[in-house]
Every structure is written in structure tokens, then in C-alpha cells.
């Protein structure tokens, strides 16, 4: 299940993305508008700057704005950096792998081979940029 964390962290996105001829918008603007509590907004944001996702201005006229192109931003990027890895197991994850403690062979174990198809499956649609996503 997507965390609430990375929903909040996409919606920012996604408002950032749609309003850019506003820029920079306050934290306390996209919480309002989005309906995310500005505290748990402020600590997202926060780890989106750190991942030079957005960028911030100080002061009265400040706030947020995207400090990359948007057709770079995917939901994957963003779901990796609030929530970590992407697969359900650790087995299937290509960024973060760990084998199973309890699994004999991966190569003929049937629980790793159905969540690998489904990490493969879902990829591409995480895949889809800010972009894409806003024009769905």
C-alpha cells in the first residue's frame, strides 16, 4: 500500500507542477489546497529538498517551486525516496535486494517469481513522469 507520506509527497508535486506560473508557492498554500496537514507537509517537503526534488525561498514572498524539469520527476523517484524500495520483497527489489532468510533457492521459489512479475508489471506505470501523470 502506497504510505500516506508518498501520496502527499506526489500530490505536492502534482500541485507544483500545475500552478509553476505561481512560483514559489507556500507550504501553507499547498497544504490548504491539497488538504495535507502542514506539519506532515513541511517534513515532506523538507526530504523532497534534500533530494533536489524542489527548491525553497526564504522569506514573505517565499516558498516552493520544482527544482528540476518535471518530465524527470516520476512517481517512482518519489515513492523511493519517501517510502524506500519499490518491490513488496526484498528479494524482487533491483535498488535495495536482500535475499530471504527462509528461502532455499530464489531461481524455484514461486513467491519470488509472482512478485517479480508484479514489480515488472507495475514499473513502467510508476515510471510515468509528473508530466504524464498531470495529463491523465
Known amino acids: 500500500m502506497l504510505s500516506k507520506r508518498a501520496k502527499y509527497a506526489i500530490k505536492t508535486i502534482l500541485y507544483l507542477y500545475e500552478h509553476q506560473q505561481n512560483v514559489p508557492i507556500s507550504a501553507k498554500t ?6 495535507i496537514p502542514y506539519k506532515f507537509l513541511e517534513n515532506i517537503l ?28 516520476t512517481v517512482a523517484h518519489l515513492m523511493r525516496i519517501i517510502d524506500g524500495p519499490i518491490a513488496l520483497i526484498p528479494c524482487v527489489s533491483e535498488r535495495f535486494y536482500e535475499a530471504c532468510g527462509e528461502c532455499v533457492d530464489e531461481d524455484t521459489c514461486r513467491i519470488r517469481k509472482l512478485f517479480a512479475e508484479l514489480r515488472t508489471e507495475m514499473l513502467p506505470v510508476l515510471d510515468k513522469s509528473i508530466v504524464e501523470l498531470a495529463g491523465l
Open 30 to 35: 499547498i497544504a490548504e489546497n491539497e488538504r
Open 46 to 73: 523538507r526530504e523532497l529538498k534534500t533530494h533536489q526534488v524542489v527548491k525553497s525561498l526564504r522569506g514573505a514572498e517565499g516558498g516552493y517551486s520544482l527544482a528540476k524539469d518535471p518530465k524527470q520527476i
